[in-house]
């Protein structure tokens, strides 16, 4: 991965929180509204952990392979990303 590693765990540490919140919150009986904005933050979350790791995926990886004889396997795969990025 050529993402700032740093960032990347940072984020995860992030998510994990949340969650680990989300798991107190559920077993403490808590009102399910506030439940369901914790699961909205650990989303967000997610939503942006992927966006560091694509960018640092076409920054790198992606321009390093593409000039090489992977072409049409790193064609698939942002295709692959973007239709699983879809669903």
């Known amino acids: 991965m050529k993402a700032d590693k740093k960032d990347v765990l940072t984020r995860l540490a992030s998510i994990e929180g949340h969650l680990g919140g989300i798991r107190k919150m559920i077993e403490d009986d808590t009102y399910c509204v506030d439940v369901l904005k914790q699961t909205y933050a ?6 942006r952990l992927q966006a560091l790791i694509l960018s640092g995926h076409l920054a790198s990886c992606v321009p ?3 000039v090489g004889d992977e072409r049409e396997q790193v064609m698939a795969e942002l295709v692959e990303l973007y239709e699983l990025a879809r669903k």
């Open 42 to 47: 650990v989303q967000r979350g997610l939503d």
């Open 64 to 66: 390093e392979r593409i």
